[in-house]
């Protein structure tokens, strides 16, 4: 068994604090033949520069930046090595500095990681995050190949080179351990592309019902065609900045707190360890869990739970304060690349002890406005649409998430999602039935990016900072 030592488990501590000013992106699409990827990650820069209210016109704001983190998943889609540096040129940012990151599925909210790292140490005043994934360059069966093989040769690619087939046996152990109803993991893919229906940077909205969920074609047993996301073509970018810099450009701020964990890529192959408590979580809290496992040769993580997504948070959580979060966090977005691995993490975050995930679902307090009381629901999960209804450019996800996140905080979600103007840009009709899903007054939101079955994890906590 693992055993964490004092300093293992030692929260992260910065120099200084880090703040969000400024989101944009591209739309989502299955094929954009028409954009080559440097103007599609334009597209995002320029939304940053231009559209997101700051004091200082778009070049004034471009000469401020230090630094550039970019986030790329895989070279192969668009056979090009080092794509980092010929966006880097593109934005027209040479010679500053620049990184590019790659961790899979999690690579934008590493790219965030760096990147907040780079403003916290003082190295950089002013970053440029920026994501992006080019898909439709290859078959969508030879996508699905080279995004397999993020997962371990020897153990995971035996299952077939699909990711699908890789979630497929933890949404079955998920099910058998813990007495979930397959009705709630089609409800969470009928809740996030319904989300995605008011966005229009959407690449899969719809409005199903759980009944054409689990009448559709099985991908993978039990996951069906609606319960997995589809690969993407975007961009998305943050801005951070120091405290002195942030105000400078905005009155309206978000504070950032970050922290990443890893796991092994062998998902039926990893070492048991205690749960690592997070502050609303005790030791007795868990008893039924421990002997329960027992009773079904269980451990954990085992397939049920993401040991990153747990040690990210507790890191997270203990660097913003947070004690218990259903009550500290007012929306999340996790990473639905699947419906099973949105459902998993409510626990791995403790929006709901382990083992009752599914409760957070059937309660309602998933919801904007929670179908059972009509009230907001207690913590609105992916109000984006998610990776399910609106994108999995994987370079961009991680930031896609927190520009969201920075959007609901500051009270622009009708500004980024409303506008007719905007959804004409991208070739789209604004719905006539279009609502705004601005949360109430928000303080505090989650964004959880997200690498192949746990391999690698952030969790961003992003607050008002004004």
């Known amino acids: ?69 970019y986030g790329e998943f895989a070279d192969h889609f ?54 992006w994934e080019r898909m439709d360059e290859v078959k969508t069966w030879t996508g699905n190949y080279y995004i397999a093989s993020a997962a371990c040769k020897d153990f995971e690619t035996r299952l077939a080179r699909n990711y699908a087939s890789y979630y497929a046996p933890m949404a079955r152990r998920f099910q058998e351990v813990y007495g979930v ?41 039990p996951l069906r065609f609606l319960e997995c996301c ?19 450009l905005t009155d309206t701020p978000v504070r950032l707190y970050i922290a990443g964990g890893s796991h092994t890529l062998r998902t039926g192959d990893r070492r048991p360890m205690e749960i690592p408590l997070l502050p609303n979580e005790t030791e007795e809290g868990y008893r039924w869990l421990y002997e329960e496992m027992k009773k079904q040769d269980g451990r954990w993580p085992g397939f049920e739970s993401f040991g990153a997504t747990r ?3 507790y890191m997270a959580y203990g660097m913003a304060g947070i004690k218990d979060p259903i009550e500290d966090l007012d929306l999340v977005e996790t ?27 059937t309660s309602g307090d998933s919801y904007l406005v929670n179908p059972k009381t009509g009230k907001q629901g207690k913590c609105p999960a992916n109000l984006s649409g998610g990776l399910l209804g609106t994108m999995h450019a994987v370079g961009a996800t991680g930031i896609f998430q927190c520009g969201e996140v920075v959007w609901q905080l500051q009270g622009k979600y009708d500004k980024f999602h409303g506008a007719p103007a905007l959804w004409r840009r ?11 899903l601005q949360v109430d007054s928000p303080r505090r939101g989650l964004a959880i990016s997200h690498a192949g079955v746990g391999s690698h994890v952030t969790c961003a906590v992003l607050e008002k900072g004004w």
């Open 335 to 361: 990473h639905d690349a699947f419906t099973i691995s949105d459902l998993q993490t409510y626990g791995d975050v403790g929006l709901s002890l382990y083992g009752r995930e599914q409760e957070f679902v």
């Open 181 to 221: 109803d397959e009705r709630v993991r089609a409800e969470i893919a009928v809740r996030n592309r319904r989300n995605a229906c008011f966005s229009p940077y959407s690449q899969q909205p719809g409005d199903h019902t759980v009944e054409e969920v689990l009448a559709g074609d099985v991908v993978s047993d």
């Open 426 to 436: 991208y070739g789209k009709e604004k719905p006539a039935d279009w609502k705004s």
């Open 78 to 131: 668009q056979d090009q090595l080092l794509c980092e540096a010929k966006v880097h040129d593109y934005l027209g940012l040479d010679l500053l500095p620049n990184v590019g990151i790659k961790t899979g599925g999690a690579t934008g909210g590493s790219a965030m990681l760096v990147g907040a790292q780079s403003i916290a140490s003082g190295y950089s005043d002013c970053t440029l995050v920026l994501g």
């Open 1 to 69: 068994m693992i055993k964490f030592g004092a300093g293992n488990l030692r929260v992260p501590k910065w120099t200084r604090p880090v703040y969000v000013v400024a989101a944009g992106m591209s739309d989502f699409r299955k094929r954009y033949p028409e954009k080559k990827l440097e103007e599609l990650c334009m597209m995002a820069f320029r939304m940053l520069l231009e559209e997101n209210d700051l004091k200082r016109d778009p070049l004034a704001v471009k000469s401020l930046i230090n630094f550039a983190s």
């Open 230 to 248: 589809a690969m993407s073509v975007g961009s998305a970018a943050a801005l951070l900045c120091s405290e002195e810099v942030a105000y400078q």
């Open 311 to 313: 040690f990210a948070a």
